[in-house]
């Protein structure tokens, strides 16, 4: 992914969902060919130079100051995710940062598969930023089932959104999913925009998607730390569960997951169940690669 064409998509995308009205500008308002604002606008706004800010928007934001960064966002009305996103997009533009590399597989740390796995009464695993599914308590592979049922490793939650019809029925409500999963990569393209195992992972989506396609074209972007998430289990039925996202600070790129029910309540119930399931039906190898034939 090129740093300038992201860049330039995010800001053209970013000033076309601003109308004079939510600026404050109304008075502008009569005589446009576009609902957006327009480079002139922004730049105002932002208190720069139209040709400079023309010059950021055709995706040159290398030596950017913050001050000019905040200045964007808040003239471009920017939510947190999407100023993470630009100073993000900000600090891949600088010098060093532009050689396509192919990462090293991430591991999960001895200690850290320890502690997924003293985490007996609640669903839990590890994700990377391109949304590989790394390891899981038993629990949190029982729930996930559906989705480890595909013995490609890693396993992808982007992939098996888009790609295996099981999706929708695990997903309640499939669109949101497929919202959160495009705009977690859109993050990611940001923080690691030369990263190949995520280019490759998009290419193959937008070949084979045309709902990722369009959804990747949009440029969204959204953080994911907590919340609910609705799931239609082919063993417990219809759960709805709490989810905690915490970023591993020793393994950059990594988040645990934990899932949770209030005590009492038919999802509570509902993971008691699974687990009982989980204990005869989940194999101790569900998320290593089936050996070569």
Same mark, same amino acid.
């Given at each position: 992914?090129?740093?300038? *064409?992201?860049?330039?998509?995010?800001?053209s995308?970013?000033?076309?969902?601003? $109308?004079? #009205?939510?600026a404050g500008?109304?008075h502008?308002?009569?005589?446009?060919?576009?609902p957006?604002?327009?480079?002139?606008?922004?730049?105002?706004?932002?208190?720069?130079?139209?040709?400079?800010y &023309?010059?950021l #928007?055709?995706?040159?934001l &290398?030596?950017?100051?913050?001050?000019?960064?905040d200045?964007l966002?808040?003239?471009?009305?920017?939510?947190?995710?999407?100023?993470?996103?630009?100073?993000?997009? &900000?600090?891949?533009?600088?010098?060093?940062?532009?050689?396509?590399?192919t990462?090293?597989?991430?591991?999960?740390? =001895?200690?850290? &598969?320890?502690?997924l796995?003293g985490?007996? #009464?609640?669903? !839990?695993?590890v994700?990377s930023?391109?949304?590989?599914?790394?390891?899981?308590?038993?629990?949190?592979?029982?729930?996930?089932a559906?989705?480890?049922a595909?013995?490609?490793?890693?396993v992808?939650?982007?992939?098996?959104?888009?790609l295996?019809?099981?999706?929708h /029925?695990?997903?309640l *409500?499939w #669109?949101?999913a !497929?919202? /959160? $999963?495009v705009?977690?990569?859109?993050?990611e393209a940001?923080?690691d925009?030369?990263n190949?195992?995520?280019?490759?992972?998009?290419?193959?989506l937008?070949?084979?998607?045309?709902?990722?396609?369009?959804?990747w !074209?949009?440029h969204?972007?959204r953080?994911?730390?907590?919340?609910i998430k609705?799931?239609?289990h =082919?063993?417990v039925?219809?759960?709805?569960?709490?989810?905690?996202?915490?970023e591993l600070?020793?393994?950059?790129?990594? $988040?645990l997951?934990?899932f949770s029910?209030?005590?009492?309540?038919?999802a509570?119930?509902?993971?008691?169940?699974?687990?009982?399931?989980?204990?005869?039906?989940v194999?101790? *190898?569900?998320?290593?690669?089936p050996?070569?034939?």
């Amino acid at each position: 992914m090129d740093n300038s *064409d992201e860049v330039k998509a995010f800001l053209s995308t970013r000033r076309a969902k601003i $109308s004079p #009205e939510q600026a404050g500008m109304a008075h502008y308002s009569r005589n446009r060919r576009v609902p957006g604002l327009r480079r002139s606008e922004v730049a105002d706004l932002a208190g720069v130079s139209v040709e400079y800010y &023309a010059r950021l #928007e055709r995706g040159n934001l &290398a030596g950017v100051s913050e001050s000019v960064l905040d200045a964007l966002a808040r003239a471009l009305q920017l939510d947190e995710a999407e100023r993470v996103h630009l100073a993000d997009l &900000a600090r891949a533009a600088g010098p060093g940062t532009r050689a396509r590399r192919t990462p090293t597989p991430q591991q999960v740390r =001895p200690s850290l &598969a320890r502690i997924l796995a003293g985490m007996t #009464e609640v669903p !839990a695993i590890v994700n990377s930023g391109t949304l590989d599914l790394l390891t899981a308590n038993p629990l949190g592979q029982a729930l996930f089932a559906p989705v480890l049922a595909d013995r490609t490793r890693p396993v992808n939650h982007a992939r098996f959104c888009f790609l295996d019809p099981h999706a929708h /029925d695990f997903w309640l *409500d499939w #669109e949101r999913a !497929a919202d /959160d $999963s495009v705009a977690a990569l859109r993050l990611e393209a940001g923080r690691d925009p030369y990263n190949k195992r995520l280019t490759d992972l998009v290419g193959e989506l937008s070949t084979r998607s045309d709902a990722f396609r369009v959804r990747w !074209a949009a440029h969204d972007v959204r953080l994911h730390r907590t919340g609910i998430k609705s799931f239609h289990h =082919p063993v417990v039925g219809d759960l709805h569960l709490s989810y905690e996202v915490m970023e591993l600070a020793a393994d950059p790129g990594l $988040s645990l997951i934990a899932f949770s029910a209030d005590a009492g309540s038919p999802a509570d119930d509902s993971l008691r169940v699974l687990a009982s399931w989980a204990a005869t039906h989940v194999p101790a *190898d569900a998320l290593t690669p089936p050996k070569p034939v």
